[in-house]
Nanobody, 126 residues
Framework: QVQLVESGGGLVQAGGSLRLSCARS????????MGWFRQAPGKEREFVAT????????YHADSVKGRFTISRDNAKNTLYLQMNSLKPEDTAVYYC???????????????????WGQGTQVTVSS
């Protein structure tokens, strides 16, 4: 099994920054891709960014390009999402995901992810 634990969410003013973390543990050798997804009240879960764990190659949603950056620290077994220039529309619960599919496939269909964290709330005030 794989366990994922997110942290780093909170309340921030528009234009501010947050850094989310996702700690991995368990049988992580089975993981090919990881990603961040978010879900606002009344809306479907939305792709934010994905990454190939072994190479660090990344894929970001158009809505966050130039503002958010996904990365990983292999030695610390941790995934990150650096969030800059935050907007009120970024308000959501952010989930860390892991799976065996490609980052592109996971981005298109979040149901391909095999493991999920508990989520961390990000609230951006105007």
């Amino acid at each position: 099994q794989v366990q994922l634990v997110e942290s780093g969410g909170g309340l921030v003013q528009a234009g501010g920054s947050l850094r989310l973390s996702c700690a991995r543990s368990g049988r992580t050798f089975s993981i090919y891709s990881m990603g961040w997804f978010r879900q606002a009240p009344g809306k479907e879960r939305e792709f934010v960014a994905t990454i190939t764990w072994s190479t660090g190659s990344t894929y970001h949603a158009d809505s966050v390009k130039g503002r958010f950056t996904i990365s990983r620290d292999n030695a610390k077994n941790t995934l990150y999402l650096q969030m800059n220039s935050l907007k009120p529309e970024d308000t959501a619960v952010y989930y860390c995901a892991a799976g065996r599919s490609s980052p592109q496939d996971m981005a298109v269909n979040f149901r391909l992810a095999n493991y999920w964290g508990q989520g961390t709330q990000v609230t951006v005030s105007s």
